[in-house]
């Protein structure tokens, strides 16, 4: 089991238990943060956004096509930043215990 700690959108800080092989939105979703993942992880929705602290960018997997075109197109509704990913394309390892990630604003 690894850890997610997770600033909600009211600023509240909440440490999440997370299992290792699911992505990140799945324990986000479960844990009714605010993440909905409507689409169900297909990266198609954009409703798992999150911010990703900065001392954790260099250990996550580089953002594939999908997920940069998707980002794209939710940045005309929601403010990105350089931590900007989406949950759905996380995935939940032993490496990323501790990871810190604030839930963007809702689309």
Partial sequence: MSELRVIGRDGSERRLEAFEGGAVMDTLRDAATGI????????????????????WLDRLPAKGEDETMMLEAIGELVP?????????????????????????PEL
Avoid at 44 to 54: D, E, I, L
């Fill in 36 to 55: 909905l993942g409507t689409c169900g992880g297909a990266c198609s929705c954009g409703t798992c956004h999150v911010y990703v602290a900065p001392e």
């Fill in 80 to 104: 990105l930043r350089a931590g900007s990913r989406l949950a759905c394309q996380l995935p939940m390892t032993a490496a990323l215990s501790g990871l810190v990630l604030e839930i963007a």
